[in-house]
Structure formats: C-alpha cells, structure tokens
C-alpha cells in the first residue's frame, strides 16, 4: 500500500492497515483517516523539503516515523546536482532546490535503527521517458510519490505483489507533471499493475501487497 498525502476514502483506514507493507511520504500527513500502519517513509532528501523535516523535532518525533523501519531517499544525489546548472538558468528561483540532504536521512536512519536506501537516479530518467508519452507541461521533476511508485513497480521484490495506491489526488507544486502522472498511474490501473484504494472496498478480504515483510527497499 502506498499512501499518498491527499484525500483517502471514508473508512480506509483498516484496508490500509491490513497491508502487509505500507509507504508513506515526508510528513506522514496520510495518518488518522489513513490508518497508522507505517513501515516505510519515502522522503524528498533536497532543497527546503528534506532540510525541513531533518530539523524539525515534529519530522524526526513524528509518530509514523518512529515507526517506520525504513527511509527511502527519492532524490538521486548525484542526478541532482547533474541538474543544478541547468536550473540555474531555466528557474533561477529554484536556487536552493539541488541542495542535498541524503546524509543527514542516512545519519538518522542509523541513530534510530532503520534502513536507508536511495532511490537510483535510473528510476527517476526512466520515468521521465514514461511521462513523455502523456505529453506533459513542462516541469522540473517527477513528484516524490510518483518516483516511489515508479520504483516499487520496477523492483523485483515487489513484482508479484498486488500494488495500491491511497491518497493520490495528483496535484500540487506546480512544476511536478501532474496531469501526466495521473495518466500514467491510469494507464497502469488499466493493466492489472496497480489499484487504486476506492476499487478495493468491494473486495475487502483481497490481500493487498504481496511481499515479504523484511523487505525495506
């Protein structure tokens, strides 16, 4: 179950802690009418978003997150700092958003007893072609959550699992390819790939992610 911070469904809670393995992201806001279970807390490790939550005793006490026996890095360190020059020039604004905070999600990931894992920067160029074909606006870079989705849906450990997405209303910063993201997750839907969590209310006992519970990564 990967759990988004947008909206979730009346009632989803106990679907979602039933999962045998649940993702979420940043600040955990999916928590209460998302259920609690967390085993694995996606993070943006750059720019204001990943220096926030590293000081910030609200991020690293967070219930969710002391929970959480993993932190993935969804921000490939050396992609990003590939793509500071040209962001540089195209979105001057964006002058802080290269900065890298992966150590310090790895330092806390070690203090606390979790593992950690970056997310490669593969994953991030083979989304980019795969939004391309939706014929996206322009943008800066794939959202977080879609990152995580495109790495869950390439690892082996998670190929014969079944796949649900809560929480995804696919809006926010403007410079995420919403739209084409949407379409993506859509079109994999469509395949059998993934679920989202409103289809499941109607087959309730279905288990819905088939892994191991060791896996945090």
């Known amino acids: 179950m990967i759990v988004g911070n947008g909206e979730v469904p009346d009632g989803a809670a106990d679907l979602i802690n039933a999962a045998d393995l649940v993702i979420r992201f940043n600040d955990c806001r999916s928590v209460g009418a998302g259920g609690s279970r967390t085993d694995i807390v996606a993070v ?58 992966t150590g310090g999600f790895a330092a806390f990931a070690a203090e606390t007893g979790k593992d950690h894992f970056t997310i490669g920067r593969d994953v991030h160029e083979a989304l980019d072609v795969a939004l391309a074909a939706y014929d996206p606006a322009s943008y800066v870079v794939p959202s977080s959550g879609m990152v995580a989705i495109a790495h869950v849906l390439a690892a082996e ?28 997750v859509d079109d994999h839907v469509a395949r059998g790939r993934l679920s989202r969590i409103d289809s499941l209310f109607a087959t309730a006992e279905r288990p819905l992610l088939h892994c191991t519970s060791e896996v945090t990564r």
């Open 157 to 184: 450990e998670f190929r014969d699992g079944d796949i649900c997405l809560a929480g995804f209303g696919h809006q926010g910063w403007e410079w995420h390819p919403f739209a084409a993201e949407r379409r993506f």
């Open 44 to 101: 943006c490790n750059t720019g204001r978003p990943g220096k926030g939550m590293l000081s910030s005793a609200l991020w690293t006490m967070n219930p969710a997150v002391i929970a959480a026996r993993a932190i993935w890095c969804v921000r490939d360190p050396q992609k990003f700092r590939d793509m500071r020059g040209a962001l540089a020039v195209s979105h001057p604004e964006l002058d802080d958003f290269c900065d890298d905070y």
